[in-house]
């Protein structure tokens, strides 16, 4: 089992900055991969960025350049720093990791930006 709480989400105006972070614990030597994926209202989850036990990042094309993925491995944490950001990143933001049975999802954390 693997447990995710997700923090630093909230109001934020367009072109501002946030931080998230996600502390993971539990069987957490049995995690691959940990990521970021959003859920805007009426949409489907999307992933935003995933960083493997390296530092291999991959990031959905909307938020290249803007938001960074990063993995504290000392603390079981994974950040993203969100730069620049949209009205369009309107979303609730999900932690989620990925182990050999299966995934994991943290509960959320809104995160809105005003116009």
């Known amino acids: 089992q693997v447990q995710l709480v997700e923090s630093g989400g909230g109001l934020v105006q367009a072109g501002g900055s946030l931080r998230l972070s996600c502390a993971a614990s539990g069987s957490i030597f049995s995690i691959n991969v940990m990521g970021w994926y959003r859920q805007a209202p009426g949409k489907q989850r999307e992933m935003v960025g995933i960083?493997?036990?390296?530092?291999?990042?991959t990031y959905a094309d909307s938020v290249k350049g803007r938001f960074t993925i990063a993995r504290d491995n000392a603390k079981n944490t994974v950040y993203l720093q969100m730069n620049s950001v949209k009205p369009e990143d309107t979303a609730v933001y999900y932690c989620?990791?990925?182990?050999?049975?299966?995934?994991?999802w943290g509960r959320g954390t809104q995160v809105t930006v005003s116009s």
């Open positions: 989620g990791a990925r182990t050999p049975s299966g995934p994991y």
């Open positions: 960083i493997g036990n390296g530092i291999t990042t």
